[in-house]
C-alpha cells in the first residue's frame, strides 16, 4: 500500500498585494500632510484637556510670546493679498503687485507696518530667524487705534468679502506670558466687539 | 519568515545538467514592514499636529443697556490668581467671606477639589439645579497665560458652566499681598 503523501505547502504568503495596499496608504498620507511651516515666534502652548480640533480655514491667529511680542496671521492666500490691501489704503503705503504676491505666502508676521516692505523682500530663512521681528505694535497713538487693531479688522473685512463668512480668532499664548499682555490683545479684540475666541492649546498627556 | 524552498531539486536523473530555474519571487517582508512603520508614523503625526482650541466668551464690554444682576453671595465663589503658580478662593464678598480665603494650587488635588464641593454646597442651599455656583475668576498681573489656560479648563472639568473672567479689584490685590503671593 502506497503512503498517502501530503503535499508540503509553501509557508511564504504572496505579500504583493498587502505592499501595494500599504504603499497606497503611505502616499495618500505623505500628500495630505501639511507640511510644517517654520514659527518665527516659537511659543510653548499650555496644556489642557479640551478636545475640540481648531479649524483651518476664516480663523486669524495672535501669536503671543517673549514678553507681550504679537505676530499676526490669516490662512488663505486671496485673504492675505486683500487684508494687504486694505491695510496700504489705511496707511497710504502702496504695495507693488510682486510684493503683494510675496506677502500671501507668509504664515505669521510680527513688524510694524512701516517696515513690512524690508520683511517681505526678504528670503524666507532670513525672515524667520529669532529676534529680528519686534511684534506689532499694541499701543494706539493719539485717537488713531493701534496697527494691531487694525490689521484684525482689516483681515476680518477680507474674509468677510471674500468668504462671506465672520473671521473667528484664535490666541495662542506662550504659557510663561503674564497676564497684562494677555489682557491688552483681549482688550483690543473686545473694543472691536469680537467677544469669542478661541485660546489655543496642547493636550494634555496624562492626568496631573 | 524566510522563503522555504519546497519544490524539490536533484532529481535528475537523467543525467541531463539543467540551469536551476531560479524563483522570481522577491521576499516583501521587510518591504511591507517598512511601509506599514511609515504609515503609522503619518498617520499619528497628522491628526495629532492639529491644536486644540478652547472658546472662551466674554461678555459685552461697552453695552449700553448694562444690567446690574444680583445675586446671593453665597452662591459666588472668587478666585484670585496670584503669583508662582497659586491661586487663592474665598465664597462670597471680599469685605466680608463667608469662608475664610483659601490658598490653594492647581490641579487635581488643589482647586477642582474645592470647586466640586462648593458647586455641591451651593446646589444644596438653594434647592435648585438651575441656580449652581457663579464663578468669578480675577486674575492678577502676577499670574501668567499658563495659570489663566489651567483655571479655564477646571471649569470645563468640573462642569462650571457659569464662570467670568472679571477685573481684579485693589481689595483682592490687598488679599493676595497680605498672604504673600504678590509681588
Known amino acids: 500500500m502506497p503512503r498517502i503523501k501530503v503535499a508540503r505547502k509553501s509557508t511564504a504568503i504572496d505579500m504583493t498585494a498587502m505592499c501595494d495596499v500599504a504603499f497606497l496608504l503611505l502616499t495618500f498620507f505623505i500628500l495630505t500632510a501639511t507640511a510644517r511651516q517654520p514659527e518665527p515666534l516659537p511659543v510653548d502652548t499650555p496644556a489642557s484637556t479640551v478636545k475640540f480640533k481648531l479649524p483651518d480655514l476664516d480663523i486669524a491667529t495672535l501669536t503671543i510670546g517673549q514678553k507681550g511680542k504679537v505676530f499676526f496671521g490669516v490662512p488663505g492666500q486671496p485673504i492675505r493679498k486683500r487684508t494687504l490691501e486694505l491695510m496700504g489704503e489705511k496707511y497710504q503705503i502702496q504695495f507693488t503687485e510682486e510684493e503683494k504676491t510675496r506677502f500671501s505666502v507668509i504664515e505669521s508676521f510680527g513688524v510694524p507696518i512701516g517696515n513690512l516692505k524690508q520683511i517681505i523682500m526678504m528670503k524666507g530663512d532670513d525672515r524667520n530667524k529669532p529676534g529680528l521681528q519686534p511684534g506689532i505694535p499694541t499701543d494706539s497713538v493719539g485717537l488713531r487705534p493701534s496697527e494691531l487693531h487694525d490689521w484684525i479688522i482689516s483681515a476680518r473685512y477680507a474674509t468677510k468679502e471674500l468668504n462671506n463668512v465672520d473671521m473667528r480668532v484664535s490666541i495662542k499664548g506662550d504659557s510663561r506670558e503674564e497676564y497684562p499682555s494677555i489682557k491688552k490683545i483681549l482688550d483690543i479684540l473686545q473694543d472691536q466687539n469680537i467677544n469669542k475666541f478661541s485660546l489655543i492649546t496642547s493636550l494634555r498627556t496624562g492626568e496631573e | ?183
Open chain 2, 1 to 183: 519568515m524566510a522563503e522555504l524552498d519546497t519544490s524539490g531539486g536533484g532529481k535528475n536523473k537523467g543525467g541531463k545538467i539543467r540551469s536551476k530555474k531560479q524563483s522570481t519571487r522577491v521576499d516583501l517582508t521587510a518591504m511591507v514592514d517598512l511601509a506599514f512603520l511609515l504609515i503609522t508614523f503619518f498617520m499619528l503625526t497628522t491628526t495629532l499636529a492639529k491644536p486644540q482650541a478652547m472658546d472662551l466668551a466674554m461678555p459685552d464690554k461697552d453695552k449700553q443697556d448694562q444690567q446690574e444682576l444680583t445675586i446671593a453671595d453665597n452662591r459666588t465663589m472668587t478666585i484670585l490668581l496670584g503669583a508662582n503658580n497659586r491661586l487663592e478662593w474665598y465664597i462670597g464678598l471680599v469685605d466680608k467671606p463667608l469662608t475664610p480665603p483659601q490658598i490653594d494650587n492647581y490641579g487635581r488635588n488643589g482647586i477642582r477639589k474645592a470647586l466640586v464641593e462648593n458647586a455641591k454646597k451651593v446646589i444644596a442651599a438653594t434647592g435648585d439645579p438651575s441656580k449652581g455656583l457663579i464663578v468669578l475668576i480675577k486674575p492678577s498681573e502676577n499670574s501668567n497665560y499658563r495659570n489663566f489656560v489651567d483655571i479655564l479648563d477646571e471649569m470645563k472639568v468640573s462642569n462650571i458652566e457659569r464662570y467670568a473672567i472679571v477685573e481684579i479689584s485693589d481689595p483682592d490685590i490687598a488679599l493676595l499681598k497680605r498672604d504673600g503671593i504678590y509681588k
